[in-house]
C-alpha cells in the first residue's frame, strides 16, 4: 500500500436526500423528530459511501503517501472533480507546492491516478513526504448523485428509522443497488 494516511477535511454540504425527502420517504408528516432524520440521513450516505468506497456530494480529502509510485497515486473515494493541491517534503523537511502544469489525473481510472509529467522531485525520507488535496464527488447538489444510489441511501433511511432488527430485507435491497457502483479492492 502506497499512501500512509486519507482524511476526509470538509464533508459533504448537503445530502443527497432532503429533509423534506426523508419524511415524505418515511411517511411521517411532523417536525418532532426531524434533527433525528437528517442524523439517519446522514448516517445512511456514510453506509452507503463506504460500501461503495465513493464520495457522493463534493467533499475534500486529503491523502498522505511516503513515496510517489511510477504508476501514480491513487486518488479514493471517485469520482474526481479536481486536485487543488500536490505538495512535498523536500530533502530539507520543507514543504514544497508542484505546479498544476507538473502533475496530471487519469479520470478515466477508478479511482483516478495521479501522475507527475514531469521529473519527480526530491523527497526525504519522510512518512508523509507527499500530500495530495483532491474534491471528489459527483457534484455540489443532491441531484447530481445519480438516482439509484440516493434509493439505495433511502433503503438504509428506512431501515435506520424503522430500527430492522436483523438488519435484512432492506440492507439487502440497498446492498444489491450499490453493487453496481463498487470500486474493487481495499483502501
Same mark, same amino acid.
Given at each position: 500500500? %502506497?499512501?500512509?494516511?486519507?482524511?476526509?477535511? $470538509?464533508?459533504? /454540504?448537503?445530502?443527497?436526500? /432532503?429533509?423534506?425527502? @426523508?419524511?415524505?420517504?418515511? +411517511?411521517?408528516?411532523?417536525?418532532?423528530?426531524? !434533527?433525528?432524520?437528517?442524523?439517519?440521513? +446522514?448516517?445512511?450516505?456514510?453506509?452507503?459511501?463506504?460500501? %461503495?468506497?465513493? @464520495?457522493?456530494? !463534493?467533499?475534500? &480529502?486529503? =491523502?498522505? @503517501?511516503?513515496?510517489?509510485?511510477?504508476?501514480?497515486?491513487?486518488?479514493?473515494?471517485?469520482?474526481?472533480?479536481?486536485?487543488?493541491?500536490?505538495?512535498?517534503?523536500?530533502?530539507?523537511?520543507? &514543504?514544497? %507546492?508542484?505546479?498544476?502544469?507538473?502533475?496530471?489525473?487519469?479520470?478515466?481510472?477508478?479511482?483516478?491516478? =495521479?501522475?507527475?509529467?514531469?521529473?519527480?522531485?526530491?523527497?526525504?525520507?519522510? +512518512?508523509?513526504? &507527499?500530500?495530495?488535496?483532491?474534491?471528489?464527488?459527483?457534484?455540489?447538489?443532491?441531484?447530481?448523485?445519480?438516482?439509484?444510489?440516493? @434509493?439505495?441511501?433511502?433503503?438504509?433511511?428506512?431501515? =435506520?428509522?424503522?430500527?430492522?432488527?436483523?438488519?435484512?430485507? =432492506?440492507?439487502?435491497?440497498? $446492498?444489491?443497488?450499490?453493487?453496481? &457502483?463498487?470500486?474493487?479492492?481495499?483502501?
Amino acid at each position: 500500500m %502506497t499512501f500512509t494516511g486519507l482524511r476526509r477535511i $470538509s464533508d459533504a /454540504s448537503v445530502e443527497p436526500i /432532503s429533509l423534506t425527502e @426523508a419524511k415524505e420517504y418515511l +411517511r411521517v408528516d411532523h417536525d418532532d423528530e426531524n !434533527s433525528l432524520i437528517e442524523a439517519m440521513v +446522514r448516517a445512511a450516505r456514510i453506509n452507503c459511501e463506504r460500501e %461503495t468506497r465513493r @464520495a457522493f456530494v !463534493s467533499q475534500t &480529502w486529503v =491523502l498522505t @503517501a511516503a513515496e510517489f509510485p511510477a504508476r501514480g497515486l491513487a486518488l479514493y473515494n471517485p469520482p474526481l472533480i479536481s486536485v487543488d493541491s500536490v505538495e512535498y517534503r523536500d530533502e530539507d523537511g520543507a &514543504w514544497q %507546492t508542484l505546479a498544476d502544469t507538473e502533475y496530471e489525473a487519469d479520470l478515466y481510472e477508478e479511482p483516478a491516478r =495521479l501522475m507527475i509529467t514531469g521529473t519527480q522531485p526530491g523527497t526525504g525520507t519522510h +512518512r508523509d513526504a &507527499w500530500k495530495v488535496t483532491y474534491t471528489a464527488g459527483y457534484g455540489a447538489a443532491a441531484a447530481d448523485v445519480p438516482e439509484d444510489i440516493r @434509493a439505495a441511501v433511502q433503503l438504509i433511511l428506512k431501515s =435506520l428509522y424503522e430500527r430492522e432488527e436483523d438488519g435484512g430485507t =432492506l440492507h439487502d435491497a440497498a $446492498s444489491r443497488i450499490l453493487n453496481n &457502483w463498487k470500486i474493487p479492492g481495499e483502501i
